[in-house]
Nanobody
């Protein structure tokens, strides 16, 4: 099992910045992909950014150039640095971990990001 706890959400004005953190614990040795997803009211959950064990990253087109995903292996933590925030970035942001070895997905409970215009 892998436990994920997000933090760092909040209310910010358009153009501002926030940094989300996701602290992982448990069988993290089995995880090879971690990422951030978001779900806005009335919309489906969508992938925002992924980071693979080798360090490569992938971003949704809507956040490229504004968001950066990174990780601190010593702290078992993944970050999402969000800059130039827009009202359409308003959503609950979820941390996700995937174990290819076991075919298992893990989710955090989410953290709310609200961007005011």
């Amino acid at each position: 099992q892998v436990q994920l706890v997000e933090s760092g959400g909040g209310l910010v004005q358009a153009g501002g910045s926030l940094r989300l953190s996701c602290a992982a614990s448990g069988s993290i040795w089995s995880v090879n992909v971690m990422g951030w997803y978001r779900q806005a009211p009335g919309k489906q959950r969508e992938s925002v950014a992924l980071i693979i064990s080798g360090g490569s990253t992938n971003y949704a087109d809507s956040v490229k150039g504004r968001f950066t995903i990174s990780r601190d292996n010593a702290k078992n933590t993944v970050y999402l640095e969000m800059n130039s925030l827009k009202p359409e970035d308003t959503a609950v942001y979820y941390c996700h971990a995937y174990s290819e070895q076991y075919g298992l997905s893990y989710w955090g409970k989410g953290t709310l990001v609200t961007v005011s215009s």
